[in-house]
């Protein structure tokens, strides 16, 4: 059974930096590719970026390049998201995900078979 349990969120002041960690379990993970999303109220889930097991390859989505930084730990078996100048707008649940054997970067959020819980980020102004 996969797990994916998120960690790092909290609150933060605009301008701040926070690191979010995804740990995951139960399976062996290197034909799988992970994804970050996340929903701030009343809005769908928004998609983030992703990291690949296998190579490590990253995709972002375009509103995320340059100061969110998804990277992965393969001996911790942890994908982590760094978000540097946080701004309000960045206030929202943030989710890790996974599929295995997922050809192409997974923009949706049906595309992927495990959640985590979630963790919060609030971005005061």
């Known amino acids: 059974q996969v797990q994916l349990v998120e960690s790092g969120g909290g609150l933060v002041q605009a301008g701040g930096s926070l690191r979010l960690s995804c740990a995951a379990s139960?399976?062996?993970?290197?034909?799988?590719?992970m994804a970050w999303f996340r929903q701030a109220p009343g809005k769908e889930r928004e998609f983030v970026g992703t990291?690949?097991?296998?190579?490590?390859?990253?995709d972002y989505a375009d509103s995320q390049k340059g100061r969110f930084t998804i990277s992965r730990d393969n001996a911790k078996n942890t994908v982590y998201l760094q978000m540097n100048s946080l701004k309000p707008e960045d206030t929202a649940v943030y989710y890790c995900?996974?599929?295995?054997?997922?050809?192409?970067?997974?923009?949706?959020?049906?595309?992927?078979?495990?959640w985590g819980q979630g963790t919060q980020v609030t971005v005061s102004s």
């Open positions: 995900a996974a599929a295995r054997g997922m050809v192409g970067t997974g923009t949706l959020p049906w595309q992927y078979d495990y």
């Open positions: 139960g399976h062996t993970f290197s034909s799988y590719i």
């Open positions: 990291v690949r097991w296998s190579d490590g390859r990253v």
